[in-house]
Each structure stands twice: as structure tokens, then as C-alpha cells.
């Protein structure tokens, strides 16, 4: 057996009593990791003799203390503090380790810092679990019966952790983590045993082009949030103005909040309706092919170009080729990605004549001066994708 660990995140819609509960724990979770901050930057400033006669105090230390207080802890689990506790000394680590990609760790703003605390399932209490008469409802210590948007996509899973957080349009979500056995993850649609193979090209109008010939656009409705967003965006900025003029912070002003949180939401659209399309398209190619071969992203080569930058940036190929890869794995397929130099849409899929005349991105249908060949140019590329790769297995 070979398990994974995997999660599902997904909406909740806690009701009054539990949100201020889980609002609490927020607050608990940042004041908790403020204060183990603040106790290094006291130490920092100390001489040896002094921090030698100093105390530190851990979590539990300082939970005793604000316990002491009035009692305003009794809603949150002692866990969600715990784990602020070791999140903030892996920060330090990975800090040490990687000084160029992780930033040192500092106070976490009431306002601008993420809200989230996460909870680890205790085995013996088994204190999270879903309810056996509604796979819509999951128990949370402290919360209760917490209401989920889905039911959770998984079978004969262990739970083992869940992370609640809020976005930034002031709705509730949930990370589920689960260890479960590769097979028995749920696919459906699943092909047991294909014989096809498929190379893909991450295409520059439609989304991708796969190596029979299939164009796969983006979901029509993105386009149509993409030019909501674009508007709102203007007004927003007009707003920005319009306080900056005035002499008045961003914070107090009333328009501009309104209409920052208006952007948000459609941000968050947005990428549910991406996510949704990419897990839905990587699904059916991974569920279909036996062996799957992309071009390997070389996003910074092509953001060089201006024109091309907004369509990468939007198009999440990263997290496309990403999600091929994992769910590859989970299926044992074979996944390739080959080489970003290969000439993958100069090169003749008929002949192998490599020819300069598609370097022109406009250029969508050519014929090969060597063997007179007509090609669409990206089902070309993608066959070519699909022949290299094969080499390489
Ligand atoms: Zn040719």
C-alpha cells in the first residue's frame, strides 16, 4: 500500500455562533505568534548574562497566562495555538535554510496578515470526522457540526489535519488533509489500461492543442468575468485617486473599501472557475492517455514579450502542468516534459525539416517547403511534442 497525502479545500458556511468562534481562534492564533515573535525580538536585544536568566515563555506558558485573563480562550482549541507555536519555528528554519525564498519572520498585522488557524486530528478521540448521516456536515472541536459546500471527493481516507481560513472577501474556507492509499483514490472515467498517448501544446489562443488534433479553449464565462474585472478594476483605481486627492486614508474611505472588496470577489470567481476547469481538463487527459508529454514552461522566455505575458500569467499553465504531473503519478501514467529547446514548432512533423518561417507567432497554418505538408501550427507542435517524448521513456 502506498499512501499519499492529499487535500480538498473547499467552501463553509459556519453559521452566527460558530463564526465568532472561529473569528476568536484567529485572533488567538495571531496574538499567540506575535507574542512568540515579540519574546525573540526582546532576547535579540538582551546581553548573554541577561538571556541566560530569561525565561521563554512557549505556548502553553503564555495560553496559562491569558487563560487567567477572562476566560476568552475557552472557545479555542489548545491545538490551533499549538500550531502557530510550530509554524513559527518552521519559518525560522526554512528562513535559515533558504534565505533567498523564505522572508524572516515578523508581526502579523490585524489587517493585512491572513486569517487562518489549522487543527490536527486526534486518532484516539477522533475528534474531526464527517457525519454518518450527512456527508455535508464535518465535526470540528469547538465549532461542532461545521457545514461544507461538497461533499468530500475522497474514499477509505485517514483524516489527518483541516486549516479554516477566510479570503479576503470575507468568506470561510477549509483545507482537508487526508492520507489515503494511491489506489484507492476515486477516479472516474478512468481508461485501467490505454494504449494512447497524447502530447500537448500549451497553445497561445486556444488553451492547449493536443497531438490528435483537439483545441481546448478556455471556459467562455472566464472571458466574461476577465472583462467585468477589467472595469471594476478601472473604477477602483479612480477611487484610489479620488482619496489621495482628498487628503484621506485608504482605510476610511468608504467608496474605496466598497469597491476594492467588489475586485476581490471577482478575483475569487475567477479563480474557482479556473480551478474548476483545470482539475476537470487535467482529469480527462490523465484519465485517458496511458502516457502524457508536455513541453517543459519556459514562462520567463516568453513574458519578454509584452503582448504574451497577460495570456501566460492567465492562462496557470504552472499549476496546469503541475496538476498533469500528480495526477500522472496517482494514475501511473507516464508523464514527460521535454526540453524547452526543442524546435517543437519550427520542425516539420512529416519530414523533420526545421524552417524559420513560423517564427512569426501569427503564422497559424504553414505548408513545409521540404515535403509540402499543410500544418496547423500548434496540432504540429504538439505532435512533434508527442514524438520527442517518446524517445525519451
Ligand atoms: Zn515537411
Known amino acids: 500500500m502506498s499512501l499519499i497525502l492529499t487535500a480538498h479545500k473547499m467552501r463553509i458556511y459556519p453559521n452566527n455562533e460558530q463564526i465568532s468562534i472561529i473569528e476568536t481562534t484567529f485572533g488567538a492564533a495571531r496574538r499567540m505568534f506575535n507574542s512568540l515573535h515579540a519574546q525573540f525580538e526582546e532576547r535579540s536585544k538582551m546581553s548573554t548574562v541577561e538571556r541566560e536568566n530569561h525565561i521563554y515563555k512557549n505556548y502553553t506558558a503564555l495560553k496559562n497566562e491569558w487563560d487567567n485573563e477572562n476566560n476568552w480562550l475557552e472557545n479555542v482549541a489548545s491545538q490551533a495555538l499549538a500550531n502557530v507555536s510550530l509554524n513559527y519555528n518552521k519559518a525560522w528554519s526554512n528562513y535559515k535554510k533558504n534565505k533567498k525564498h523564505y522572508k524572516i519572520p515578523t508581526f502579523k498585522s490585524k489587517h493585512i496578515a491572513r486569517k487562518s488557524y489549522s487543527l490536527n486530528r486526534n486518532n484516539v478521540k477522533n475528534d474531526i470526522y464527517i457525519s454518518k448521516e450527512n456527508n455535508k456536515l464535518l465535526k470540528v472541536p469547538k465549532l461542532g457540526f461545521v457545514r461544507l459546500s461538497q461533499k468530500l471527493r475522497y474514499k477509505n481516507y485517514n483524516l489527518k489535519k483541516i486549516t479554516i481560513s477566510k479570503s479576503t472577501t470575507n468568506n470561510y474556507y477549509i483545507s482537508i488533509l487526508v492520507a489515503i492509499d494511491k489506489k484507492s483514490l476515486n477516479h472516474k472515467g478512468l481508461k485501467i ?39 471594476e478594476q478601472k473604477i477602483l483605481s479612480r477611487r484610489y485617486e479620488q482619496a489621495k486627492k482628498d487628503g484621506r486614508l485608504l ?29 476537470k481538463l487535467t482529469n480527462t487527459i490523465t484519465n485517458e492517455s496511458q502516457v502524457v508529454i508536455v513541453e517543459s514552461l519556459n514562462v520567463k522566455g516568453m513574458m519578454k514579450n509584452r503582448n504574451l505575458s497577460k495570456h501566460i500569467s492567465d492562462a496557470s499553465w504552472g499549476e496546469f502542468v503541475n496538476q498533469l504531473e500528480y495526477k500522472s503519478e496517482r494514475k501511473e501514467r507516464t508523464f514527460v516534459k521535454i526540453d524547452t529547446f526543442f524546435p517543437s514548432s519550427k520542425m516539420c512533423s512529416d519530414c523533420k525539416e526545421i524552417h524559420e518561417l513560423t517564427n512569426d507567432l501569427s503564422v497559424r497554418e504553414w505548408q513545409c517547403p521540404s515535403c509540402n505538408s499543410i500544418h496547423d501550427r500548434d496540432v504540429n507542435a504538439a505532435i512533434n511534442i508527442l514524438n520527442e517524448g517518446l524517445t525519451l521513456i
Open 193 to 231: 489500461k490505454s494504449n494512447d498517448k497524447v502530447g500537448l501544446d500549451l497553445g497561445l489562443i486556444d488553451y492547449i492543442v493536443d497531438s490528435n488534433g483537439n483545441k481546448i479553449n478556455n471556459p467562455k464565462y472566464l472571458k466574461k468575468f476577465e472583462v467585468k474585472l477589467a472595469k
Open 251 to 279: 482605510s476610511e474611505s468608504k467608496n474605496y473599501q466598497k469597491q476594492r472588496l467588489k475586485v476581490a470577489k471577482i478575483h475569487e470567481k475567477i479563480r474557482n472557475v479556473r480551478n474548476d476547469f483545470l482539475h
